[in-house]
């Protein structure tokens, strides 16, 4: 078959190679200059760093089995976090259950029912259950009210801004499920993954293996238009050209795929405009020293214009960056007036907060800056979700679409979409 996907990030470059292994032309069409989609890289000394932060988990099957396949292996490192939570002010600990019974900011009987909830929510099996109430509803009914007011409300606002109250309880459940069954028999002990030489690596190598099999990857190349045929072809049309092929998977998020005037009925239409994205504001700087001794700290104060400071340096201690490397992160609406600030403001209002973090800490000790921004960070879980999720093989026939809003009930991340790249791949056959 003539195979078209559009996009070229993980899920169509696994989609891409799945199909070429099988002996399928396939070319693909990346709107941006370069394939990766999220895991986009810039430079910071003598390493790539990708633009938003990943690590992958020691149960992501999918990727380390990708891993594999590249013969990539010897390049994944297992490496062990120390993780804080930023709450009134203060910094605490926060990578054990020892770390949560030692929390001042909860009473001690809350502090058990937060470990619970957590330790629990890997023994649900159903879900469905959970996606009829939100995840504050959830929380406060299993936790009380103190432990969300204090913990997650302000970590659920300042990733879904608006939406916070609507998200479904799946959402909260799966978050707690993932990190729980990462560690094992050791609950003191969390391990993540991460690449040397950052997961660009991987996808250069899947974007080099499907060339070299005759595949196709055309750059700055956005898909404007997807026509049925007679025959049940497709046309699609991308930058005043045409192509014909027997099938097309879509790999974008819904809203662009339906700005593609593809012919779909309202009823599947009408489902694509429902899904919602948070963006996201990404901030690398690159420091002379270090500020503390934590990888990942949540920060659980609502009025801080970052939800995450990720000091990458903590975990990967040995690769080449000639500076001491953190992000700051933030998931925010579209519409969200801070969106639309100048990289400039931005900065000065990550710092501004930075500096409230580390009273002792100036601005002398960046040597530079990075921020990168995207309107498709984090599909936006709401309540029933299920009900409104797209299907991936749409009424059109021949025509796919393989979004990260559809790998629910589980969240968005690397081995999600490595996973749906391969479903997606079985689908057209």
């Not at 021949?398 to 479903?423: C, H, T, W």
Request: hydrophobic residues 40%; glycine residues 6%; neutral net charge.
């Amino acid at each position: 078959m003539n195979v078209c996907i559009v996009g070229a990030g993980a899920t169509g470059l696994v989609a891409a190679n799945e199909l070429v292994k099988k002996g399928h032309k396939v070319t693909v069409f990346e709107a941006e200059e370069k394939h990766g989609g999220l895991v986009n890289t810039l430079t910071v000394g003598n390493e790539r760093l990708e633009e938003y932060y990943h690590h992958i988990f020691t149960n992501d099957v999918e990727i380390i089995n990708l891993i594999e396949e590249l013969g990539l292996s010897s390049e994944l490192m297992w490496l062990e976090p120390k993780n804080s939570i930023y709450i009134n002010r203060k910094l605490y600990p926060f990578t054990s259950p020892i770390d949560l019974l030692l929390f001042k900011e909860l009473s001690f009987i809350e502090r058990i029912k937060m470990g619970m909830l957590v330790f629990k929510a890997k023994f649900i099996k159903d879900w469905s259950q959970l996606e009829k109430m939100s995840s504050k509803d959830w929380i406060i009914k299993n936790a009380g009210k103190n432990v969300y007011e204090k913990v997650w409300g302000p970590l659920l606002s300042s990733k879904f801004d608006y939406d916070s109250d609507e998200i479904s309880g799946t959402w909260i459940w799966n978050k707690f499920k993932l990190r729980g069954s990462t560690r094992g028999k050791n609950l003191n002990k969390e391990l993540l993954g991460y690449m040397k030489g950052s997961f660009g690596v991987v996808y250069d190598k899947l974007a080099e293996k499907i060339i070299k099999v005759g595949g196709e990857i055309y750059y700055s190349s956005p898909v404007d238009r997807i026509e049925s045929q007679e025959d049940k072809t497709l046309k699609v049309y991308s930058k005043e050209k045409n192509f014909t092929f027997d099938r097309v998977i879509v790999t974008t998020s819904p809203e662009i795929f339906n700005e593609m005037n593809a012919p779909l009925p309202k009823e599947y239409k009408d489902k694509l405009s429902k899904i919602k994205y948070k963006a996201n504001i990404c901030m690398v700087l690159e420091l002379s020293e270090k500020l503390s001794d934590y990888y990942w700290t949540t920060i659980a104060e609502g009025d801080f214009p970052f939800v995450l400071l990720i000091e990458q340096t903590n975990l990967v201690t040995n690769a080449d960056y000639g500076s001491h490397v953190i992000y700051l992160s933030r998931y925010l609406d579209k519409k969200n007036e801070m969106y639309s600030f100048s990289d400039d403001k931005i900065r000065r209002e990550f710092i501004k907060y930075l500096k409230v973090m580390f009273p002792n800490w100036d601005e002398s000790k960046i040597k530079k800056v990075h921020i990168s921004r995207t309107s498709y960070a984090q599909p936006v879980v709401v309540q029933q979700y299920s009900k409104i999720l797209p299907e991936i093989n749409t009424p059109v026939e021949n025509l796919f679409l393989a979004s990260m809003a559809q790998i629910y009930p589980e969240d968005r991340g690397q081995n999600y979409a490595v996973r749906l790249g391969k479903q997606v791949a079985d689908m057209v056959e």
